[in-house]
C-alpha cells in the first residue's frame, strides 16, 4: 500500500535537488545553444569540409545514447586526461554537448526557412557573411524556431535525471538515496516523478503562450 508519511519528514530533503536540477539545465542550455548556432552555421557553410565537420559533430551526439556521452566524459577522459570532473561538470559537459547538436539541426532549419531572397540582397550589398547571419538571417530564424527551442528545453529537463548516474544530487538522485535509507523506493521515485511532471507541464504551458504571442505579432 502507498504510504507518502513514511517519506514526509525527507521531502524537503527531494526538493533541495530542484535548485540542482535547474543548474545543470540552465548551463547546458545556453551553453548548447552557443554551441548551437557554431554548428549550424558550419552546416550551412559553402565549404564542404567545414560542412562534413558540423554534420559529423551532429551525427555523433544524435546517434549515441546521452547516458554513454556522460559515461564516457566522467568515467573514460579521466583515464586518458589524468583530469577527474565532479559530476556536476561532466553533466553540464555531456549536457551542452549532446543539446547543441540536436539545436543546431533545429537553427539550420530555421535558417534555410528564411527567404532566399534576404541572403541575397545582403551579398548585394557586400555584408560579410558572419554579419549576414548575426544581423539579418538569425534573428528572423530564431522567432521561427521558439517552439522548437522550447521542446528541446523540456526534453533537457526530464533527461536531467540522468546526473543521477554521476551522483549529482538532484531530485532523482536524493529520491534514491532516501530509498535507500528507509528501505522503500516506490513513494520516494513517484514523488520526484510528480515533481518532473509539474515541471514539464510548467515549461509546456509557457511554450504554448510564447507560440501564441508570436502567431499574434504575425
Given at each position: 500500500m502507498i504510504d507518502f508519511t513514511k517519506i514526509q519528514d525527507s521531502i524537503p530533503y527531494i526538493l533541495q535537488g530542484i535548485p540542482v536540477l535547474f543548474q545543470v539545465v540552465i548551463v547546458a542550455a545556453i551553453a548548447g545553444m552557443l554551441i548551437g548556432i557554431v554548428v549550424a552555421a558550419l552546416k550551412i557553410t559553402k565549404n564542404g569540409f567545414v560542412r562534413f565537420i558540423g554534420h559529423?559533430?551532429?551525427?555523433?551526439?544524435r546517434g549515441t545514447p546521452l547516458i554513454l556521452q556522460l559515461a564516457i566524459i566522467h568515467f573514460g577522459l579521466p583515464q586518458l586526461t589524468g583530469y577527474v570532473t565532479t559530476g556536476y561538470?561532466?553533466?553540464?559537459?555531456?549536457?551542452?554537448?549532446?543539446?547543441?547538436?540536436?539545436?543546431?539541426?533545429?537553427?539550420?532549419?530555421?535558417?534555410?526557412?528564411?527567404?532566399?531572397?534576404?541572403?541575397?540582397?545582403?551579398?548585394?550589398?557586400?555584408?560579410?557573411?558572419?554579419?549576414?547571419?548575426?544581423?539579418?538571417?538569425?534573428?528572423?530564424?530564431?522567432?521561427n524556431i521558439l517552439p522548437a527551442l522550447m521542446?528541446?528545453?523540456?526534453?533537457?529537463?526530464?533527461?536531467?535525471?540522468?546526473v543521477s548516474t554521476v551522483s549529482v544530487l538532484d531530485v532523482m538522485r536524493r529520491a534514491q538515496v532516501v530509498g535507500g535509507e528507509k528501505a522503500l523506493y516506490f513513494e520516494p521515485l513517484l514523488f520526484a516523478g510528480f515533481i518532473y511532471f509539474v515541471l514539464v507541464m510548467g515549461l509546456s504551458l509557457i511554450g504554448q503562450q510564447v507560440e501564441k504571442a508570436m502567431r499574434k505579432s504575425g
Open positions: 559529423a559533430y551532429t551525427a555523433v551526439f561538470q561532466s553533466a553540464v559537459i555531456a549536457f551542452s554537448l549532446n543539446s547543441g547538436a540536436y539545436i543546431s539541426e533545429i537553427i539550420r532549419a530555421g535558417i534555410q526557412a528564411v527567404d532566399r531572397g534576404q541572403w541575397e540582397a545582403a551579398d548585394a550589398l557586400g555584408i560579410p557573411y558572419m554579419k549576414q547571419l548575426r544581423s539579418i538571417i538569425l534573428p528572423q530564424a530564431f522567432k521542446n528541446e528545453l523540456i526534453t533537457l529537463t526530464k533527461e536531467s535525471a540522468l
